[in-house]
């Protein structure tokens, strides 16, 4: 994303327009570089990257300010669940046409959440493509040097924690396509539009990310599904886990429509987008942790343990009998 002082082109006059005003940082260099800098001292540079494709994260018709801030969060995600603190991001952008009433409302809502979470744009790319569109962004975070949360980190004897409610936006991505959740909150609009929201928005839980780097054995945010990312976090560690499911947390509508049958507990573990942050503490640090999420106003539940084996992770039921499910998350392939 790169333009001299004087727009040569579409592409430079589009950058300028949308783009430079965003681009606060100095190691920006004002977007007239071909690259960006980030200073570190004493400090490890986290990097992620998520890129989000129409038809696969987000359905034709969404609005484009939820999808700038949905690009952005995503990566946030994961800069908190590694215990960092957001540093600066580098976008690039495949676009059908340069459309005035699509990229200004985008470029606002970016230019938002980049204030709001302290994530400056740096930089990126912008090209056309006859396919659909595709934002992906590379955001980068700072931690202090070796401190980074991994997944590989979680003992035996571990509680597991997570934070908000699981399976609202699977939920939410339903009730947009007209499903059967759709159908089971027909008469309750403000349930149908406020699990749409969370499908599309996205909450980061950046609030949370030093208390994760102080206490946290291992973590790593729910993007795919809790079933699915918790066994990847277990085979990185080399351990298994017990799951209380009673002790998942799910909000008001999800929980009236598990408790209606008319979604399944399987639908709402494995259904990602939640985009949480799961983690492994030890337990003489469980209550400070607990604490200090209070403390950031994040809802935080410990919903089971670290155990010892090579096994998938177990999901009990309030009578201690496992749950066998048919998937564990969301895949591309």
């Known amino acids: ?36 800098a980030l200073k570190a001292a004493g400090e490890d540079i986290v990097v992620t990257t998520d890129a989000i494709v129409e038809g696969v994260h987000f359905l034709a018709n969404d609005p484009p300010g939820t999808l700038a801030r949905k690009a952005l969060r995503v990566n946030l995600s994961d800069i908190a669940a590694k215990g960092a603190v957001p540093a600066g991001f580098v976008l690039t952008l495949a676009l059908r046409g340069a459309e005035e009433g699509w990229l200004k409302p985008f470029a606002d809502a970016l230019g938002e959440d980049a204030a709001q979470y302290g994530c400056p744009l740096l930089g990126g790319d912008t090209v056309s493509t006859p396919g659909p569109l595709m934002i992906s962004i590379t955001a980068f975070g700072r931690v202090p040097d ?7 980190g979680a003992k035996v004897g571990d509680r597991i924690f997570v934070t908000g409610t699981i399976g609202d936006a699977a939920l939410g991505l ?3 396509r007209g499903g059967p959740v759709a159908a089971a909150l027909a008469n309750d609009a403000t349930a149908r539009n406020w699990l749409a929201s969370r499908y599309r928005v996205p909450e980061p839980r950046n609030a949370l990310a030093l208390a994760v780097r102080e206490h946290a054995s291992a973590a790593m945010d729910v993007s795919d599904g809790l079933a699915g990312d918790l066994a990847k976090l277990c085979a990185a560690s080399g351990v298994s886990a017990d799951i209380e499911l009673p002790r998942i947390p799910h909000s008001q509508a999800a929980a009236a429509l598990l408790g209606r049958g008319a979604v399944g507990v399987e639908a709402l573990i494995a259904g990602g ?24 106003g994040i809802a935080l539940s410990a919903i089971g343990q670290v155990v010892a084996g090579r096994t998938g992770p177990r999901f009990l039921d309030g ?8 998937r564990l998350s969301y895949s591309h392939f």
């Not at 994303?1 to 950058?15: A, F, H, R």
């Open 1 to 36: 994303m790169t333009q001299d002082s004087k727009p040569t082109s579409g592409e430079d006059s589009l950058i300028a327009r949308y783009f430079k005003p965003l681009a606060t940082d100095p190691g920006a260099f004002n977007l007239d570089d071909d690259a960006a």
């Open 146 to 152: 070796g401190r980074m949360v991994h997944r590989s």
């Open 174 to 176: 339903d009730v947009l």
């Open 273 to 296: 987008d939640d985009y949480e942050i799961l983690c492994t503490v030890p337990r003489d640090r469980a209550d400070a942790f607990a604490l200090a999420a209070q403390g950031a």
């Open 319 to 326: 009578q201690g009998k496992e749950l066998v499910l048919k």
